[in-house]
T-cell receptor, first 112, second 114 residues
Framework: QKEVEQDPGPLSVPEGAIVSLNCTYS??????FMWYRQYSRKGPELLMY????GNKEDGRFTAQVDKSSKYISLFIRDSQPSDSATYLC????????????FGQGTELSVKP | ETGVTQSPTHLIKTRGQQVTLRCSSQ?????VSWYQQALGQGPQFIFQ???????GRGNFPPRFSGLQFPNYSSELNVNALELDDSALYLC?????????????FGSGTRLTVV
């Protein structure tokens, strides 16, 4: 079993839809939870990070962490074609030496 | 100059050969991490360099090695290439080691082993 599981998709939605992306994990020591966006032929770009449990909002993006369920989510409101990319969840914690543990990535396509 | 730059962007090697990939860290960053991203997968941690020394290593064999230079740039060397080494190799820099989220990634080097 992988430490971090993420539905690879692909996920296709119409413009303006609300998108929900999710990851589950098994290591209860994880404390930092991140979402990266990766466009084709580019490196990952940090979208949001959250420490421990709770919600965090940034514009059209909302990240949620439920440590009791070992489940994290990213919501995208009013999705745009420019949001089409692969979304990667990543996690880290103490004694990880700065290592990020990534999910497989979910490929999202937003159709005009 | 801002951002992380990697070279080359693409290369093709034959099984058994050796390859060196290069990374220039973002200005002000002193730590470099390398990741391997196979097609359709998330990045996997190879190792991290801080102050020219290896600071942590993932589950990769010794034929994967690295260097960090006094200007914080870095190299990833892979010996005895195997077909499964075909992947996107990403370099990420940060302003301190063991940061949990403060990484800037480069666009990667696409390595194909034939």
């Amino acid at each position: 079993q992988k430490e971090v599981e993420q539905d690879p998709g692909p996920l296709s939605v119409p413009e303006g839809a609300i998108v929900s992306l999710n990851c589950t994990y098994s290591n209860s020591a994880f404390q930092y939870f991140m979402w990266y966006r990766q466009y084709s032929r580019k490196g990952p770009e940090l979208l949001m990070y959250t420490y421990s449990s709770g919600n965090k909002e940034d514009g059209r993006f909302t990240a949620q962490v439920d440590k009791s369920s070992k489940y994290i989510s990213l919501f995208i409101r009013d999705s745009q074609p420019s949001d089409s990319a692969t979304y990667l969840c990543a996690m880290s914690g103490p004694n990880q030496g700065g290592k990020l543990i990534f999910g497989q990535g979910t490929e999202l396509s937003v159709k005009p | 100059e801002t951002g992380v730059t990697q070279s080359p962007t693409h290369l093709i090697k034959t099984r058994g050969q050796q390859v060196t990939l290069r990374c220039s860290s973002q200005s002000g960053h002193n730590t470099v991490s390398w990741y391997q991203q196979a097609l359709g997968q998330g990045p996997q941690f190879i190792f991290q360099y801080y102050r020219e020394e290896e600071n942590g290593r993932g589950n990769f064999p010794p034929r994967f090695s690295g260097l960090q230079f006094p200007n914080y740039s870095s190299e990833l060397n892979v010996n005895a290439l195997e077909l499964d080494d075909s992947a996107l190799y990403l370099c990420a820099s940060s302003h301190r080691r063991e940061t949990n989220y403060g990484y800037t990634f480069g666009s990667g080097t696409r390595l194909t082993v034939v």
